[in-house]
């Protein structure tokens, strides 16, 4: 007799099938109840156990391993932080079911996956929507307060049916990777007194190069766990309080010929910012053997905006950064374009609206062996184009401070901060920070346009008379401190836009203080 219960219930344990269902309260919690009590009953009468949980920190892939499908029940699917979405993708290409009952957004945001799993259910138009993806299973339903306890029975019902109805999961399928845990990082602190550092470059034997502002050029030895100065720049850092050490950046090819790049302000007569290409013999930055690459004509007369970060991206092209090299502080928090005379470094229009002028831009140039450098094809204008500088890939920026470049594909992103204006007027919009994407050359709009191309006014500073708003499908220059093209590209609009308050369009940045 103990023999045929023993079989009996291991026949049992080999068939039924365990769900995973994550709720917390929130909106109406009788209804969420509700639904969680029909949803237990209607597993209980398929034989399908249900563990509940309100605890985030089970959406792990350990945990996963266990159920046949995980509900997500009145609780937003992309609520997950980043190592939970991968492993939550991982469970799903290894053959699990994603149950998203009153769990689902129209909007997702930052999470690429979901995201292309959300369009095709909002493109279907129809709930319940149940589908094969990505190797597992998805089942999204909207369970409306005026169904009936019999209709509802019925959804979940099909949804369970079509979600535990595959075998067992197979994770070699899974194609995304694990994110570690972040206990298995480790601080390390290399340096702890630095004067106003600026960038860094590492090498492969673990040296780190990195430049202070005021002119100094260290480098850090594991070896001897410490940084020492080896080599000092004679830099402008008054006037324009931005300026002096800016940026540097290894040559790709630094392992066969030891060039180390180098964007700084140096000092005297001419204001300007060089990029200058030096060798690096063992830990001597040799300062004799500069070639200056370009320079970039600037002014010092008052701040701000130095920009200067430098970065190689594909087929050994060299980025460079600088910002519009203008002062916003006597605009009211809007745009800075005073045509006053003797007002040239209170208008931006000089500079990142300046088709030939290479402040407020990112450009991108080929350099040579002998230091000279080459155009790349796609850059914004071509070489001898009236009125324009060949070497700018991107314009209307206001200080890109740092910018990547994807290695593989040269998109190129970067932050930008807008200026101080907390409010909107009849001047243009309240101010916006930006992060933006740039798939090819363009102009980004500064200082026409911010946010997500939010036009200004075309403010006259000696009347007070404020004018019509910029046009960014056409905007125009008509500065007398303009030296470009008069008729501009087109306005690209930023990826995420956010200003000090709420953000309506990505509400998952919070308010505050803003930083690009």
């Given at each position: 007799?103990?023999?045929?219960?023993?079989?009996?219930?291991?026949?049992?344990?080999?068939?039924?099938?365990?769900?995973?269902?994550?709720?917390?309260?929130?909106?109406?919690?009788?209804?969420?109840?509700?639904?969680?009590?029909?949803?237990?009953?209607?597993?209980?009468?398929?034989?399908?156990?249900?563990?509940?949980?309100?605890?985030?920190?089970?959406?792990?892939?350990?945990?996963?391993?266990?159920?046949?499908?995980?509900?997500?029940?009145?609780?937003?699917?992309?609520?997950?932080?980043?190592?939970?979405?991968?492993?939550?993708?991982?469970?799903?290409?290894?053959?699990?079911?994603?149950?998203?009952?009153?769990?689902?957004?129209?909007?997702?945001?930052?999470?690429?996956?979901?995201?292309?799993?959300?369009?095709?259910?909002?493109?279907?138009?129809?709930?319940?929507?149940?589908?094969?993806?990505?190797?597992?299973?998805?089942?999204?339903?909207?369970?409306?307060?005026?169904?009936?306890?019999?209709?509802?029975?019925?959804?979940?019902?099909?949804?369970?049916?079509?979600?535990?109805?595959?075998?067992?999961?197979?994770?070699?399928?899974?194609?995304?990777?694990?994110?570690?845990?972040?206990?298995?990082?480790?601080?390390?602190?290399?340096?702890?007194?630095?004067?106003?550092?600026?960038?860094?470059?590492?090498?492969?034997?673990?040296r780190v190069l990195y430049l202070e502002r005021r002119g100094n050029v260290k480098l850090y030895d594991p070896k001897k766990r410490k940084s020492r100065v080896i080599a000092n720049f004679d830099v402008s850092i008054t006037g324009n309080y931005e300026d002096?050490?800016?940026?540097?950046?290894?040559?790709?090819?630094?392992?066969?010929?030891?060039?180390?790049?180098?964007?700084?302000?140096?000092?005297?007569?001419?204001?300007?910012?060089?990029?200058?290409?030096f060798e690096m013999i063992g830990d001597s930055l040799i300062k004799s053997s500069e070639k200056i690459v370009l320079e970039i004509p600037t002014q010092r007369e008052t701040c701000c905006h130095s920009g200067g970060h430098l970065e190689f991206g594909p087929n050994g092209n060299l980025y460079i950064s600088s910002g519009d090299n203008t002062s916003s502080k006597e605009s009211d928090g809007f745009t800075p374009i005073d045509e006053r005379p003797g007002r040239m470094p209170f208008d931006a229009q000089k500079s990142s609206g300046n088709t030939n002028s290479l402040t407020g831009k990112i450009m991108r140039i080929h350099p040579e062996p002998d230091g000279s450098y080459t155009i790349p094809k796609g850059n914004l204008f071509a070489p001898g184009t009236p009125n324009t500088r060949p070497e700018i890939y991107l314009m209307g920026t206001r200080n890109a401070f740092r910018f990547t470049v994807d290695k593989k594909n040269g998109y190129v992103y970067w932050g930008d901060v807008g200026p101080d204006g907390g409010k909107g007027s009849e001047r243009g919009p309240q101010s916006y920070d930006e992060w933006n994407q740039a798939r090819k050359a363009g102009n980004f709009g500064w200082p026409y346009f911010v946010g997500n191309n939010f036009a200004y006014a075309d403010f006259d500073f000696a009347t007070n008379k404020v004018g019509a708003k910029f046009d960014p499908n056409k905007p125009e220059n008509h500065s007398p401190n303009n030296t470009g093209l008069n008729t501009l590209p087109p306005a690209q609009k930023p990826m995420i836009w956010y200003p000090y308050g709420d953000s309506k369009e990505f509400p998952i940045l919070g308010k505050g203080s803003r930083s690009a």
């Open positions: 007799m103990s023999l045929l219960i023993l079989i009996g219930l291991a026949s049992f344990r080999a068939t039924e099938s365990k769900i995973l269902v994550f709720t917390r309260p929130g909106g109406s919690e009788a209804t969420r109840l509700a639904h969680l009590q029909l949803l237990q009953q209607v597993s209980a009468d398929r034989k399908i156990i249900i563990d509940t949980t309100s605890n985030g920190a089970r959406i792990t892939e350990d945990s996963l391993k266990q159920y046949k499908a995980i509900v997500f029940l009145h609780s937003a699917v992309d609520g997950l932080d980043t190592r939970q979405q991968a492993d939550l993708e991982r469970y799903i290409q290894a053959g699990g079911a994603l149950m998203a009952l009153n769990a689902a957004t129209d909007t997702v945001r930052n999470w690429p996956w979901y995201s292309t799993l959300n369009q095709s259910r909002l493109k279907a138009a129809k709930t319940p929507y149940q589908a094969k993806y990505d190797g597992g299973r998805v089942f999204f339903a909207q369970l409306d307060a005026n169904f009936s306890p019999k209709n509802i029975e019925k959804i979940l019902a099909k949804g369970l049916k079509f979600s535990t109805a595959e075998k067992d999961l197979d994770y070699r399928k899974a194609t995304t990777q694990r994110v570690p845990e972040s206990n298995r990082f480790v601080t390390e602190v290399l340096e702890t007194y630095m004067y106003e550092p600026m960038e860094m470059v590492i090498f492969k034997d673990g002096g050490m800016l940026g540097v950046a290894l040559d790709p090819n630094y392992e066969q010929n030891h060039w180390i790049y180098i964007n700084y302000s140096p000092a005297g007569n001419v204001p300007k910012q060089n990029v200058s290409r």
